[in-house]
């Protein structure tokens, strides 16, 4: 890997996501960083595809351009930004019967929602009757201190009866998902939990 640059792990990492609930047959597109050459991806994605989802791009930097170009393309926006941590810029929009969903591009932001927020969705039209991942609850190993008003969703390792907080919460860190197996859930309003205090998890394993 030449100085400076970076493995591109999120195709790989949504395909095996994916693979999980069945969905095998998945195209991969990568697009430079133009706004032109964005809108004509999503347009021909739109004309070939039931499902987009888009990893990267839907934030607020010089150059990305997601947003601008499905409004373009005319996708529906439904919401974007979530008041969370990882993954605020997320976007899920419409166009007629097609869904979309705009990741962060950061690895772990883009893997906690797409288990949050696209698994489900992908899931009901399957037609599964349970399509969030389960919840449960567990003691948490240590204290913890949400000082940032935002949802947090804590990459965990839980076992019979406690669950621990995984160092490297980075949204840039893929590794601790290689580890965790599944997610804290710390709400908004929540600004400290004490150790053999019960939590959410959410497992994905």
Known sequence: MPKGKIYESNSLMIEAALQTIGIK?????KVKDSLK???????????NFD??????????????????????NGVTELFYKINQKPGKPLFFGTKE??????LPGNPASSLTCFYVYAFPALKKLM?????????????IS?????????TLFLK???????????ESQSSAMLNTFSVANGLIVIPHDIT???ANQEVVVLPFN
Do not use: Q, R
């Open 156 to 166: 965990a390792l839980y076992g019979d009866e406690k669950v621990t907080v995984l």
């Open 51 to 72: 499902v987009l989802l888009i990893s990267g791009g839907i934030s607020v930097g010089d150059y990305d351009y997601v947003k601008e170009a499905l409004l373009k």
């Open 142 to 150: 240590t204290d913890f201190k949400n000082t940032t008003g935002k």
């Open 127 to 139: 037609g599964f009757e349970a399509i969030h991942l389960p919840e449960m609850k567990k003691k």
């Open 97 to 102: 019967n097609k869904i979309v969903f705009a």
């Open 37 to 47: 050459k964005t809108i004509k991806a999503v347009e021909s994605c739109l004309a």
């Open 192 to 194: 400290h939990v004490k």
């Open 25 to 29: 047959k998945t195209t991969v597109f």
